[in-house]
């Protein structure tokens, strides 16, 4: 297989993917809403490579004359078949809506989800967090338990570097992601948490769903210290409406303070509302709390 290195900037971070060369017949499948996807692979070690060796500084966002800037983190995970390439933007986008958010040192990381056969998909390999087995998603969904494990280690195992690399604490680090990343975004956030765990800064999940929902095991400490923003489109015939409506309920329920929601749209990454106002939930709820 023909594989390609690239160099992907995310803010005052660059990271180094591993993208194979996609065949024609993995281009195909239900979840994707692009035309062009490339596929990442995690690197051996099943780490996202922050170090200095390939993590630069970009002069429009560091200020060296301020060297004591409050650092923060920022993880969002795509979607099913996509590639941290889709949501790598939002590294420019979130600091043009919100300047505040340039006055912090944030460090952007857009992990990449494993290749998996995905069953509803005849078995299909791509890029993708966990298994699905119905579509379109709604709330009697069956779950996948040990992949959506295995992405919530993998989130774990990056906030770890975060924290030993880069004297980033979990309460500086917001949580986020879209569709099939936003499912793992939220279990990594809320649910069965190690106890005495430090509570996240925020999560997002845009167009997600909330997995194990029959299993929710939320801290008190998780509950009250990550807010969450919630984006939905109300015509998603993907992942559909009820999702978020149901996760919302399910998450006020234990105490999780929620901004949810919903658009005009279907299935959509690129909503330019949706990326408002999430840069809003940055800029007026969590930025705030990190500088503090």
Known sequence: TTTTTTTTTIGSRQI???????SSSSRSHPHNNRNDVVYAQKNENDEIPIDDNNATTTPDNINSSSPSREKAAIIFLHGLGDS????????EALPNLR???????????FPPANMIGITVN??????GWFD???WPIGVDAKDDPKGLAMSVKRIEKIVTQLQTEENIDPSHIVLGGFSQGGAVA????????????IPFAGCICMSGWL??????????ESASGTPLFWAHGQYDDKILAEQQMYGVNKLEGVGVDVTAISYPVGH???NYEEIDDMAGFFGGGVCPSWGG
Do not use: H
Request: aromatic share 8%; net charge negative; charged share 25%.
């Open 16 to 22: 180094a993917v591993t993208a194979p060369a996609p």
């Open 268 to 270: 959509e990454s690129s």
């Open 186 to 197: 939220l279990m990594a956030a809320y649910n069965r948490r190690k106890k005495g765990a």
């Open 132 to 134: 699905v087995f119905d």
């Open 211 to 220: 997995p194990m929902k029959d299993y929710l095991d939320v801290s008190e």
């Open 84 to 91: 941290p390439d889709g949501w790598s933007s939002l590294a």
């Open 99 to 109: 300047p505040s958010l340039a006055d912090l040192d944030i460090t952007y990381v």
């Open 122 to 127: 005849g078995g299909e390999k791509m890029p």
